[in-house]
């Protein structure tokens, strides 16, 4: 293991970021011994008291094209490790039974879980939405893979490079505004449309396990949760709207936009006291859930992606 494989994390232009990274950071090593590397950019550097909590503080060279969330597209040339699990800043790791995942994944060159899908409503959060078909006919392509990009394992190799590439031509291209939307900062996009379609160009499916065996567990729509560091227990119970509850199950939680608030700063804070930091400064962060979300397909449902 060693250096071969570790967690790959980012923090760019707003120092909040850095402070989540941490807490990821805190989580990571609480559950287990596999590295954390910080790749930070947009003017932020990383204080020297907290710089022992990465295994690597990597400086992301200067790139004017690229805002937020869209600085994923270079993962594979910023991280250190031959086998990358990276993470959200806003995710916590919550159960040593990660050591699953790295174990499943060996071998796979890229892997998110989620859905295909080329028919309907697709990447919808409060900032817009897109239509799944409509995106299909204008690539001329079968499927979008259809994922929350908290969380994306990736090898070091030609396979994933082409992945990375074809999501920064898609980016690059004449069709931006078509694929995704304007996102939290100036300038910056949803990047899950350009990854969903740049997969679905490629023919890689997301994998699609059991919503009680997941890696990450998102937090939208959350009426009632388990969430226990000590234990390693993660589960919810989610109300999509126009459906039926139903429960699911993970080691990573992905605390969309911090909702809900009064689930995480709890479980950053112990986090927190356990390392002698300062606990956070709650009125620094609004809950506004803006991470693209979409609608998993119930008991059974295909959401239709064409052959």
Same mark, same amino acid.
């Given at each position: 293991m060693?250096e071969?494989?570790?967690y790959v994390?980012?923090a760019?232009d707003d120092s909040? @970021?850095?402070d989540l990274?941490v ?8 559950a287990?011994?596999?590295? &954390? ?12 008291r907290?710089?022992p909590?990465f295994?690597?503080v &990597?400086a992301?060279?200067?790139d004017?094209?690229?805002r937020?969330?869209?600085n994923?597209l270079s993962?594979a040339a910023?991280?250190? @490790?031959g086998?990358?699990?990276?993470l959200?800043s806003?995710?916590l790791l919550?159960s040593?039974?990660i050591?699953?995942f790295?174990?499943?994944y ?11 899908q080329s028919t309907g409503p697709?990447?919808?959060?409060s ?7 409509a995106?299909c006919r204008?690539l001329n &392509?079968p499927?979008l893979?259809v994922?929350?990009?908290?969380? &994306?394992?990736?090898e070091?190799?030609s396979?994933?490079?082409r992945v990375?590439?074809a999501?920064?031509?898609l @980016?690059?291209?004449?069709h931006?505004?078509e694929i995704?939307?304007? @996102?939290?900062h100036a300038?910056?996009?949803a990047?899950?449309?350009?990854f969903?379609?740049a997969l ?11 919503a009680?065996?997941?890696l ?5 729509n959350i009426t009632?949760?388990?969430m ?6 993660l589960r919810?119970?989610k109300?999509?709207?126009g459906a039926?509850?139903r429960v699911?199950?993970g ?12 689930r995480y ?7 927190r006291?356990?390392?002698h930091?300062p606990a956070?400064?709650r009125s ?5 859930v ?5 609608r ?5 449902e295909v959401?239709?992606a064409?052959?």
């Amino acid at each position: 293991m060693a250096e071969t494989e570790g967690y790959v994390v980012l923090a760019f232009d707003d120092s909040r @970021y850095l402070d989540l990274a941490v807490n990821l950071a805190l989580s990571v090593r609480r559950a287990e011994t596999r590295p &954390i590397s910080v790749v930070v950019g947009g003017g932020l550097t990383v204080p020297d008291r907290l710089r022992p909590l990465f295994d690597r503080v &990597i400086a992301a060279p200067a790139d004017g094209t690229l805002r937020g969330a869209m600085n994923k597209l270079s993962l594979a040339a910023l991280s250190p @490790y031959g086998r990358t699990l990276y993470l959200d800043s806003d995710c916590l790791l919550f159960s040593p039974r990660i050591a699953f995942f790295w174990q499943k994944y060996r071998g796979r060159a890229f892997v998110v879980e989620g859905h295909k899908q080329s028919t309907g409503p697709v990447f919808a959060c409060s900032l817009g939405e897109k239509d799944a078909g409509a995106l299909c006919r204008l690539l001329n &392509i079968p499927f979008l893979s259809v994922f929350n990009a908290g969380a &994306i394992y990736f090898e070091r190799g030609s396979e994933a490079d082409r992945v990375f590439a074809a999501a920064r031509a898609l @980016y690059d291209g004449p069709h931006r505004d078509e694929i995704s939307y304007r @996102y939290k900062h100036a300038g910056e996009y949803a990047d899950e449309p350009f990854f969903g379609a740049a997969l679905g160009q490629l023919g890689i499916a997301p994998d699609e396990p059991p919503a009680t065996q997941r890696l990450q567990v998102t937090t939208p729509n959350i009426t009632d949760a388990v969430m226990d560091i000590d234990t390693g227990d993660l589960r919810v119970v989610k109300q999509p709207p126009g459906a039926k509850p139903r429960v699911w199950g993970g080691v990573v939680g992905h605390f969309c936009g911090l909702a809900p608030m009064d689930r995480y700063f709890p479980l950053a804070d112990k986090l927190r006291k356990e390392a002698h930091l300062p606990a956070m400064d709650r009125s620094l962060f609004n809950p506004v859930v803006l991470t693209a979300g979409h609608r998993e397909p119930e008991n059974g449902e295909v959401i239709k992606a064409r052959s």
